[in-house]
């Protein structure tokens, strides 16, 4: 049983595979991902992972056969496990937990090329509706806090299979990043009775230095203080505190603004790796004044090194108003 | 003049490169560190760096010429630069300051292949002594709130010289990480009216499965909640907030267990790139009670995925009691 750990002093969580835990020379040669390989994710190979959870496609087509459009199934090496108890404890000065959580795959095609700035845009909001459908299945599971929905694209972003998929993890707990930004959102409630997101998104709009894309219903821009070079979020404009509110008509617009981002970072960087994150509130709370669910787009450009690993304390080498620059040009 | 920006959020301070921004081309060829090519480091090639700040050696040396043992200089690539006023200011909402701060290179040996496994005791202690004067010297600068001590060794820690050196970066704010750290012991220090990190200190030797190391000053442990496997935290054993107070005695006993855990880690995982960070308090706070500065040591073996990144959510393949076992029977 994998375990969830408490840093102490920040507060930070830590996953810690206990079960077979990695030796010193399972390090020295870090695999590559398959290229031409065998892919368990490919249309007709719907037997090569673990049963189906969801899948769209042609309503007639038997589960796990093909004939679908995205599918949703268990990650086959989960980093949490779904059956047991929490069992929150403590040891000494320290607090643990059993490491009980879903841990999922999306794969987001059935053609294993096929990435996002190459479907069709309903396709694209497919892979929208298909998550909230799991979150809405998974809040119910009283034991989860938090669903994290986040893509890994290249090896060098973390992925392993290149096949198009995206993953969710749910934890029994929140996430210290994800509490840090919702704390910082309450802060300036407090003192402007505003959200902050919200002004964030009037002001990129107002002075439209930083922004790469817009359309109806969302805005992605550059964010004034990126940590990353080409780093891009994506904000719906009306405050909305929990993906999973999304209205019918906003899927489309932010199928389509995913697209056109993920698009103009292909042209622009020449396909880079890179990681996207949804910031979604917690599933226990209600709807928030000051907190405003987004997409964290961070391409994969340069090396991290220790100073920003030690610190939070990023050097940029790209100003985000140059990056959206070239993004906003590139089509 | 390179940019600190905030976070409106979460108060993250960013340092952005505004003068000579990197295009998108500039990153699809990532540099590899000179091999065999001319090292500006070496002794005999004192005029290749810019003049030295501060050096050990023979007291009849001329500046900048040989016959030093440790030899500290400004980085000739500042990510920061000294001249100026900070001028922090607002853009709406955000906040920003010119990018005034220190960058220095400590080179830790005239030889060229010599890392502090294969440095003499006392050699060794010549770089702890040599950081603290620079601390002292620099705290003068009322400018100044923090300084950043850290190494990086190996490209894929973001080395791009392989003479053995380390770097100092003065800024002219607290990074958040560090902030959250005192924030985190200040809590505890309410509660418990104890130092966390004294409790840690006592736990850990108490309970003795995650020590690596110990002296008469000093230990060195894989902390319970590591993010990264193999990742080691040294902790003086009694109470201190400021680096720069090291009493002369426990300066050879922390050279010696730095020595010992890099040997360790060497043995270990065959040579790795990693990097360290002295986490030190903020130069203008008093003596803190619950705060105890630290190295954290962090091998770089694994990639980090934009779950990582995105989430301050890390996934620990190897436990630490099994890291600090094998790191303990290495020698």
Redesign the interface.
């Known amino acids: 049983m994998p ?1 969830l ?14 079960e077979r ?4 020379t ?3 040669s ?1 695999e590559e991902p398959e290229m031409g390989r065998f892919c368990p994710f490919c249309e007709g190979h719907e037997d090569k992972t673990p049963p189906e959870i969801l899948a769209y496609g042609d309503p007639n087509r038997e589960k796990n056969k093909s004939g679908w459009r995205v599918r949703v199934v268990p990650n086959k090496f989960p ?1 949490l496990q779904i059956e047991g108890g929490i069992n929150r404890h403590g ?4 607090d643990k937990m059993n490491g009980i959580g879903a841990h999922e795959v999306l794969i987001e095609s059935p053609q294993h090329n096929l990435e996002i700035p190459n479907l069709e845009d309903n396709r694209v909001e497919d892979i929208f509706w298909a998550f909230r459908d799991r979150i809405i299945d998974l809040r119910r599971d009283v034991r989860f806090e938090y669903i ?1 929905i ?3 694209k290249g ?5 392993s299979l290149t096949h198009p998929h995206s ?1 969710l ?1 749910a ?1 029994p707990m929140v ?4 509490r ?2 919702i ?3 309450k802060q ?1 409630f407090e003192y402007k009775e505003r959200c ?2 919200c ?2 998104v009037a ?1 990129e709009l107002a ?1 439209n230095v930083r922004v790469v894309a817009e359309n109806d219903q969302f805005v992605a821009f550059e ?5 990353f ?2 780093e891009t979020w994506i904000l719906p404009k009306n405050h909305d505190s929990h993906f999973e509110d999304l209205q019918k008509s906003e899927a489309l617009s932010l199928s389509k603004i995913l697209k056109k981002v993920l698009t103009k970072i292909k042209i ?3 396909d ?1 790796p ?4 949804i ?1 979604n509130s917690p599933l226990k709370d209600a709807p928030l004044p000051h907190f405003h669910w987004h997409i ?1 787009i ?1 391409p ?8 920003e ?12 108003e ?1 990056a959206a620059q ?1 993004l906003k040009e590139a089509d």
């Open positions: 375990e750990r408490r840093d102490p002093i920040i507060g930070r969580w830590v996953i810690i595979s206990t835990g990695k030796r010193p399972d390090y020295r870090e980093v040891d000494g000065m320290y994290l986040f893509k890994n090896a060098a972003a973390g992925a993953q993890i934890t996430p210290v990043r994800v840090q930004e704390q910082g959102g300036y902050i997101f002004d964030m002001q002075s964010p004034f203080a990126a940590r070079p080409f622009v960087l020449d880079p890179y990681n996207y994150i910031h964290e961070m994969k450009l340069s090396k991290i090194a220790g100073f690993w030690g610190t939070g304390f990023y050097i940029n080498p790209t100003p985000p140059e070239f």
